[in-house]
């Protein structure tokens, strides 16, 4: 294709995903004096950070003094089921104090107490009020927030673009090809650091909590194609709290209700008006762990006790009317929107894929992949939530690793990487992905991208979903065997720059994470955090491993790895036995 048009772009650092993760990153490097080049999918400010409501957390002690660093990490690995990577949890609490005070300092807005102290709510699984707030659109300030550090150190952001390929002769990365999505020109991104920050794959999922083009695996698809490993895949969380109901609308099918509303006194009842959590945790209630609750739900809609649209309710309006708009605007707001005010009546849902816990394997030290020139940070990544995320730690991981990630990768920046040259080989590597974009656009077979995905969704759900068994995951593999078949009849409509092109690329990632997933799912014969193997179900001391996905010349390979121990300090905490008091709220 020697006629083959596209533009080059040079830059010491590329930044793949401009949510908080990337943006950073990017303000470490910046900081350091690195000039990066972030790249996002969407507008500038667009990402789904912003999706993120109900908090952020870090033990600062504003309303419990007793709290520390410690007894956040041992919370954590506890939800985890003890398959969290330690290190990265002791680091992400050690650092979390500090990055709130940085947020308020860059002019993050936190809701505070009388006497000014940033305010903390309670959040599932947590033994203190550790989850620091702006009312309910956390995620959406601190990106707010991010953005303006970013701009005032003038970092370089391109919008629109989507990365389809990571560049590498097989021993380390030089760079992405990929195109731009308003004017279907095709990008060669030289450099010898990339970074990935593009997210989870919850949207496999036909119920979910994430935009239909977000959160469809391209991070984690990427990295396995160049050589780096994943982990933990079979890990993901459903959310208590998705929306569901004819009522809604099929729009906000599975959007988000912040955990925030339960944080804040929300009480779970069935169709028979029986608040059904004292049946499953008479303790903790609806603060207990995500897991926990999602099954509660899910059991009580099996038994028949679930509403018409197959939900539950929840219901806030025992708390005072002007408090719930206080605390919850975001959330009053968006129902209001739809005819209901949940000040004064009940809302409908039911558990939705929300968040992915598995993702690449790195050095949380370092955001290391094991391939030279490959560094990964937030969602795209496992390690600090094991089997199951505490509520308020995917906004902290973000910041806390994300500043040690970029302050690394701007160590290792030398002065030949400010303008990296480009060789034949790597422009011959690259125009091979845009002449296979290309054909990809032309596709006129009968199928639209959008059936498939739609058929991979309801296959995880129903194969994979919040629980699982042998028999399930078999069906689902075969399942996706056919479902990839089918894709040799694509229709793509509109070329390079329609939503019809878009969800092909998106396609070809989710593909290839949805197999990853069902094989470690498969793989592991036990019940454990958010995996529930209803053949398997209880949880097995000899699983205590990490389940690592590789490529190799057959498919997949499957590897485990034994998880290492806490430090003596977070060890003791756990010892103390250290739990959260629903009652405190009532």
Known sequence: MDDLEYDVVTTPVLVVGAGAAGARVAISLAESGVD???????????????????????????????????????????????????????????????????????????????????????????????????????????????????????????ENVMITRLLSDGRRVFGAAGFDMESGRGLLFRSNHVVLAAGGFSALYDRHSSRDDENNGDAQALALEVGARLLDLEFVQFHPTGMVGERYGEEWDGRLVTEAVRGEGGRLYNADDERFMERYSPDQMELDARDVVARAIGREIEAGRGTDNGGVYLDITHRDDDYVRARLPRMVERFASLGVDITAEPIEVAPTAHYTMGGVDVDFRTGETGVDGLYAVGEAVAGVHGANRLGGNSLA????????????????????????????????????????????????????????????????????????DESGLRAGLAELEALRDRTGDLRVEGGLTSRSFEYAVDLSFSLTVAEAMLRAALKRTESRGAHHRTDYPETDADWRVNLLVSADEGGLAIDRRRVAEPSDPVREALEEGYELDYHHLE
Request: aromatic share 6%; with cysteine.
């Open 36 to 158: 990066p080049l972030v790249i996002g999918k969407r507008d500038h400010g667009d990402a789904h950070t912003t999706w993120a409501a109900g908090g952020i957390n870090a033990a600062l002690a504003s309303l419990d003094e007793d709290d520390d660093w410690t007894i956040h990490a041992a919370d954590t690995l506890n939800e985890g089921h003890h398959l969290n990577d330690p290190d990265a949890v002791e680091l992400t609490a050690r650092e979390m104090p500090d990055r709130i005070r940085e947020l308020a300092e860059w002019g993050m807005p936190f809701d505070r107490t009388d006497d000014g102290a940033i305010n903390q709510r309670y959040f599932g699984a947590q033994s203190y009020r550790r989850t620091c707030f702006v009312g309910d659109r956390t995620g959406e300030a601190m990106l707010e927030t991010l953005i303006d550090r970013a701009r005032a150190l003038e970092v370089p952001y391109r």
């Open 397 to 468: 991981e973000t910041v806390a690793i994300g500043k040690l990630v970029g302050e690394h990768v701007a160590d290792a920046v030398g002065e030949s990487d400010a303008d990296p040259p480009v060789t034949d080989a790597q422009r011959a590597l690259a125009e091979r992905e845009f002449g296979a974009l290309e054909s990809l656009a032309a596709a006129d077979g009968d199928v639209a991208p959008t059936t498939l995905l739609a058929d991979l969704g309801e296959l995880l759900w129903t194969h994979a979903g919040i629980l699982r």
